[in-house]
């Protein structure tokens, strides 16, 4: 047997607990905390959650509820007022009751009175707050339990971005220079609504839109500016910094049967990806009370886990590409542009008047506009025209992932599957498998039907395009235990052959499909699968997207050989289109595809500058499907155009790299460029008071393409999206699970978890993901004990 390890412990006194409870910590930094009752579980989970993300969460809260302006100035103000317009602002009563447990509002009164509980732990112990509040002068607040679920504005929802770009490409050109930006599968043409102009709809309209949902950003500036300012920091800026691309995130997730084990358990698998930062996004946490233990991942701000397992069954999801969104544009009355025709007549919007607190300023005066269908979030005086978004996140119950909060609890399938009845938004699949060795997909969520128009363009918000209910639970797809001995998603466009798209829409823009063919190809092989095997798949490096590629320039003549064309073609021929760090083939492909071809094929096939940017940044399969089968967009003799841009961006790609990487080939590397790097979100202020906030550069492999998915701006080639927390369970046999989260559990610069875990992340290894008690205390290496006041 192994020694177990000598531990730190404290023990605090705290008011709101029932009974003691503990939180012991292993070497990797994740929690493992038991208590007596659930509610004394989740207000230990609360409690410990600010422990050790407390500037995080607490960040993320006034950013959701309009409440950076109180501490941050003017700057933040317009923030402020376009995320109220993403609140929940309907009835509580039937919000708690729509999350498929009873005892839901229970447990956020108790995870929010365990935050309070550490909040004022701050208060009498000031050294125990993170640095970031003593470096902009700020302080945590306490919660309220309907923060948790009010807030809608981070929710991975979709498409009424893609329909404003949309509409404003087929202004400019047609639907087939559409499917470069986004294809669609099943495909399907784009419905423009009788008198709804598509070029009376700019860009522009998305600013609050994207301002609502855009993440919180620091600059000198901004934390400077005066009221009179407050209006120039409403814009999102075009790097993706401050809004996540939905196009360039993804996720993978599997289940494989016994069947197809070597232990002839099953294996879950799963790794979202999403944009990274510094603390991540994710939060490993084992939750213990009788009758209850599970351990895996969520987001700190929310009680429970949306991905892990508990001592009867595994789960792990993704994102499903439904469409839950719509874009209406409203005529308004002449005279009176708070009234819209709607019905045959018109209807008033609803106005709110809110205070918005104002640091170092009187409190400001937000009027916040809706209409029946959503939020207003433009409006053109001139043209007597109001935008509003509709969402599925505005029903109740749909507050992003807390309806795992019932799925989490469940022991066996058909439990797991009403749990999943009433799951709102996002949109996912679910994969599944339990001790009794069944494995299962099935998809969730609130999914709007539309009659007789399929959701691609903005509509008219006259009552002529209206939502009839949502897709019943029972009427969505499902496999269990399939032939194929696995079940496995990437984003993908996942429905069944047979589907009736006309009959139950679910939505037509999906990820591409190279992840999910390959980890398919991979699971569907002959031979055994393991654990190792999974964490393998979920560190694969192989691009389908340079094997076609590849493919196209094996036919190109060299020219003369020896120049930059001939090189690149040299580099490329015989390579095994795997994306690894240290490669010199890999780093070419990349700077040729996403930043010489790619360009220059969306330059050749859009009719004029304008357009081509709306396409930016492309979509991979209907890029590809463009150079694999040229058409007579690239001109009177649309192979060899094809091929000339082939050639012409190849060259150029070399030239690149020989700027960036020096001029002997054999010393480039794919890792010398692409590196992960998770930055902080106060690094830009330059702070001498706060330095090493952020972790990186981690020099690394892959691409957006592969299913170790590292998508990365075009800037510098820095990644900026991936799976930042992996799980591969065992099913049954749970020590033997592994896991990582990168860069590390803690959000506290100064835990020495903030960072630990950065190191195997950037090499593709895993650490254990212990479960049972002894494992557990083996490996403990703080203990902190909590006991109730009195």
Not at 201 to 210: H, I, N, T
Request: charged share 25%; net charge negative; glycine share 10%.
């Amino acid at each position: 047997m192994q020694e177990r390890r000598s531990t730190q412990g404290e023990t605090l006194v705290l008011e709101g607990l029932a009974a003691p409870a503990e939180i012991a910590i292993d070497r990797w930094g994740v929690p493992h905390i038991r208590a007596c009752s659930l509610a004394d579980l989740f207000f230990a989970q609360g409690f410990n959650a600010a422990r050790d993300r407390l500037w995080q969460i607490d960040l993320w809260r006034k950013r959701g509820l309009g409440l950076l302006a109180a501490d941050f100035g003017p700057g933040f103000l317009m923030q402020d007022k376009a995320a109220r317009l993403f609140l929940y602002r309907g009835d509580m009563v039937a919000e708690w009751a729509a999350y498929g447990c009873e005892d839901m509002r229970a447990i956020c009164e108790a995870f929010t009175c365990g935050i309070n509980a550490y909040v004022g732990l701050t208060e009498r112990e000031p050294q125990r707050l993170p640095p970031e509040f003593a470096l902009l002068g700020t302080r945590p607040s306490r919660w309220m339990p309907e923060d948790v679920v009010r807030i809608r504005s981070h929710g991975q929802t979709r498409n009424a971005i893609s329909e404003v770009l949309r509409a404003n490409v087929l202004a400019r050109a047609d639907a087939a220079t559409d499917l470069l930006r986004a294809n669609l599968d099943p495909p399907a043409e784009p419905m423009a609504a009788p008198g709804l102009g598509l070029d009376a709809l700019p860009v522009e309209v998305l600013d609050l839109f994207r301002l609502a949902t855009a993440g919180v950003t620091f600059a000198k500036e901004r934390l400077s500016a005066s009221l009179a300012d407050a209006a120039r920091w409403s814009k999102v800026n075009e790097l993706g910094e401050v809004v996540e691309d939905l196009a360039a995130t993804g996720s993978n997730n599997w289940a494989i049967h016994g069947s197809r084990t070597d232990s002839g358990r099953p294996i879950v698998a799963n790794d979202p990806h999403r944009l990274h930062a510094v603390p991540s996004l994710r939060y490993l946490v084992h939750l213990t009370a009788p009758g209850f233990d599970a351990i895996g991942a969520g987001e700190p701000a929310v009680p429970g886990i949306s991905l892990g397992h508990n001592d009867k069954v595994a789960f792990g999801l993704t994102i499903f590409c439904a469409d839950q969104e719509d874009v209406y544009v409203y005529e308004t009355q002449e005279g009176s542009p708070g009234r819209y025709r709607h019905a045959g007549g018109f209807e008033a919007m609803r106005i709110v008047e809110e205070e918005v607190p104002v640091k170092g300023s009187p409190a400001h005066k937000a009027v916040l506009k809706f209409t029946r269908h959503g939020p207003v979030i433009h409006e053109d005086a001139a043209r007597r025209q109001a935008i509003a978004v509709r969402g599925a996140w505005a029903a109740p119950g749909t507050a992003p992932y807390l309806a795992s909060l019932a799925a989490m609890r469940a022991g066996n399938l058909a439990d797991f599957r009403k749990a999943l009845s009433v799951w709102g938004a996002p949109s996912i699949n679910m994969v599944y498998g339990d001790v009794e060795g069944n494995i299962a997909w099935m998809p969730a969520g609130k999914m709007p039907r539309r009659r007789g128009w399929n959701g691609l363009l903005p509509v008219p918000g006259d009552g002529s395009h209206e939502w009839d209910g949502f897709v019943a639970p029972e009427d969505l797809p499902w496999r269990i235990n399939p032939k194929e001995g696995f079940v496995a998603t990437a984003n993908q466009m996942n429905l069944p052959e047979d589907w009736p798209h006309a009959q139950v829409p679910i939505g037509h823009e999906w990820s591409e499909r190279s992840r999910a063919t390959r980890i398919h190809d991979v699971l569907g092989a002959a031979g055994p699968q393991s654990v190792a095997s999974s964490c393998a798949l979920q560190t694969d490096m192989l691009s389908l997207p340079a094997q076609r590629l590849t493919r196209l320039s094996a036919g190109l003549d060299e020219g003369e050989g020896d120049g930059d064309l001939g090189l690149g073609l040299k580099l490329l021929r015989g390579w095994d289109c795997t994306l690894l760090a240290e490669s010199a083939p890999a780093a070419l492909f990349e700077v040729w595809w996403m930043r010489h071809l790619r360009l220059r094929l969306l330059a050749q096939l859009a009719p004029d500058a304008e357009a081509a940017r709306l396409l930016l940044p492309g979509d991979i399969d209907g890029m590809l499907a463009a150079l694999e089968a040229p058409d007579g967009r690239f001109g009177p003799d649309p192979a060899k155009r094809r091929d000339a841009l082939l050639r012409e961006s190849l060259a150029a790609a070399v030239a690149e790299c020989r700027q960036r990487l020096g001029a002997d080939p054999a010393q480039w590397r794919w890792g010398a460029l692409h590196h992960g790097y998770f930055e902080h979100a106060l690094t830009r202020l330059e702070a001498p008071s706060a330095p090493g906030l952020d972790v990186g550069p981690l020099p690394k492999g892959g691409s957006g393409s592969t299913p170790m998915h590292t998508g990365y701006r075009q800037s510098d080639l820095r990644i900026t999206h991936g799976a930042s927390v992996r799980l591969v369970m065992d099913v049954g046999e749970w020590d033997n699970s592994l896991c990582i989260n990168a860069p590390g559990q803690s959000g506290d610069p100064h835990s020495p978890h903030y960072d630990d875990l950065a190191a195997a992340w950037s090499r593709g290894r895993y650490v254990p993901m212990l479960y049972g008690r002894d494992s557990v205390d083996r490996e403990t290496v703080a203990r902190i004990s909590l006991v109730p006041k009195g």
